[in-house]
């Protein structure tokens, strides 16, 4: 069974940077992966996706702004986020897809706030 553990939210000023790692443990490290988020009150965003094979897409809202990577080993994946502003405030989620389901991390809070 593949778990999911992010880390590195917290609090950053509007302009500022933050990066956030999610490392995946179980059998298997050949997924593609994602970071989503949620804002209170709102539906789950996609924020990334990264394949297997390392190709990378965005939406509109945060491409240029944004960078999803893998880590050497595949079993980690980073989101490192540029220029960030308030409406990017929300509990961030890494996620694998999978046929028998979305697999999904705890989340970690990402507050943008002067």
């Known amino acids: 069974q593949v778990q999911l553990v992010e880390s590195g939210g917290g609090l950053v000023q509007p302009g500022g940077s933050l990066k956030l790692s999610c490392t995946a443990s179980g059998s298997r490290f050949d997924y593609a992966m994602g970071w989503y988020r949620q804002a209170p009150g709102k539906q789950r965003e996609l924020v990334a996706t990264i394949t297997v094979g390392g190709i990378a897409n965005y939406p509109n809202s945060v491409k240029g702004r944004f960078t999803i990577s893998r880590g050497n080993a595949k079993n980690t994946v980073y989101l490192q986020m540029d220029s960030l502003k308030p409406d990017d405030t929300a509990v961030y989620y890494c996620?694998?897809?999978?046929?028998?389901?979305?697999?999904w991390g705890q989340g970690t809070q990402v507050t943008v706030s002067s």
């Open positions: 996620n694998i897809p999978t046929t028998a389901g979305p697999i």
